[in-house]
């Protein structure tokens, strides 16, 4: 009697590979972490989705003015607010640039932040039953991935992400109106959008941002790097420009140099926190060096005492920014 063969491997699942591989991970690593850091924060974090008008009621000083229905308060001549029944699903966006610039990292590239972030939240969100869908833009908004729950609906975000052609330079630089301008058009129903990117983008993203924020509750999730603010004697080397793809050497020992580009890093920090200021949206800040669960962990509990504020309470030192 012939021994039989072995059987020969099945194809992997669609979505098996690096994905299910890096949110395997991510699951031991940060996920489970961050169940049980938030806790009563997850409501906080998660806030002010899936929202319904029930009634409309005077506005008093701690109500937030992006409630205040502007018709009604022309109307009456008295401020008045829109009251809402939450919903208990959550619908969440994930708008993620992928633009050149969020290809750079010292250490562990923006991008791959970027997966990761997506990846945790998401994967939180669906383990409680609600829903989520992702734009990604590269020179365009090139893929969308229609709202929907479940694991396998987090690994095809993390698989679209992850499996793209490279990046081409955008002489022009990235429009991130665009995106942002696209997920206003696409997203109807009230939803958490969560803005993923470094915000190295031509002018005009900050009003379209402050439109989008006006419809949905918007977190601005920034990515950096801290080459980018502060570069250190290297020697001479070659930088390029991740978005135009120009070259150019420069001498790092020169402190003349050093001194002009940590000016100039300032000088962007300082527009694009007036940006998302106007725009009028939390701003979650995502180093590539950062713990990823420590630092949504944070962000949760100071949008929680946010909305304690009113109370008349402070925010504990822990939770002050720095410098504060």
Same mark, same amino acid.
């Given at each position: 009697?012939? @021994?039989? &063969? *072995?059987?020969? %491997? =099945?194809?992997? %699942?669609?979505?098996? /590979? =690096?994905?299910? &591989?890096?949110?395997? =991970?991510?699951?031991?690593?940060v996920i489970r972490r961050l169940d049980g850091a938030l806790q009563g924060?997850? =409501?906080? !974090?998660? @806030? /002010?989705? /899936?929202?319904? !008008?029930?009634d409309l009621r005077e506005y008093q000083h701690h109500d937030d003015p992006r409630h205040i229905?502007?018709?009604v308060t022309a109307r009456l001549q008295i401020p008045h607010v829109r009251q809402y029944n939450e919903d208990r699903d959550v619908t969440a966006?994930?708008?993620?640039?992928?633009? *050149?610039?969020?290809?750079?990292g010292s250490n562990v590239s923006k991008t791959d932040v970027a997966v990761q972030f997506t990846g945790v939240v998401a994967r939180l969100l669906t383990r409680r039953g609600n829903r989520v869908g992702a734009m990604l833009y590269g020179h365009e908004v090139d893929t969308v991935? %229609?709202? /929907?729950s479940g694991r396998q609906q987090v690994l095809q975000i993390m698989h679209r992400m992850m499996h793209r052609p490279p990046p081409k330079p955008m002489p022009g630089g990235t429009r991130l109106d665009e995106l942002l301008r696209h997920a206003l058009n696409t997203v109807k129903r009230r939803s958490i959008v969560f803005v993923v990117s470094d915000f190295i983008a031509a002018p005009g993203w900050d009003a379209p941002l402050g439109q989008l924020a006006s419809r949905h509750d918007v977190i601005a999730v920034r990515l950096y790097d801290p080459l980018e603010m502060d570069l250190p004697d290297l020697g001479l080397i070659v930088m390029q420009d991740a978005e135009t793809g120009e070259q150019v050497v420069v001498d790092t020992q020169a402190r003349g140099f050093r001194h002009r580009f940590a000016t100039a890093a300032r000088? @962007?920090?300082?527009? !694009? @926190?007036?940006?998302l200021a106007r725009a009028g949206v939390d701003t979650l800040e995502l180093a590539t060096e950062d713990d990823l669960a420590e630092t949504v962990t944070r962000f949760a509990q100071l949008r929680k005492r946010r909305t304690q504020l009113s109370a008349g309470g402070?925010? %504990?030192g822990h939770l002050m920014p720095q410098g504060a």
């Open positions: 009697m012939s @021994r039989s &063969q *072995p059987e020969a %491997p =099945r194809a992997a %699942p669609r979505h098996v /590979g =690096r994905a299910e &591989q890096t949110l395997n =991970r991510l699951d031991w690593t924060d997850y =409501r906080s !974090l998660f @806030r /002010g989705t /899936g929202l319904d !008008l029930a229905d502007w018709n966006w994930f708008l993620v640039d992928l633009s *050149p610039s969020v290809g750079f991935v %229609p709202a /929907g000088r @962007r920090e300082a527009e !694009l @926190r007036d940006g402070a925010l %504990p």
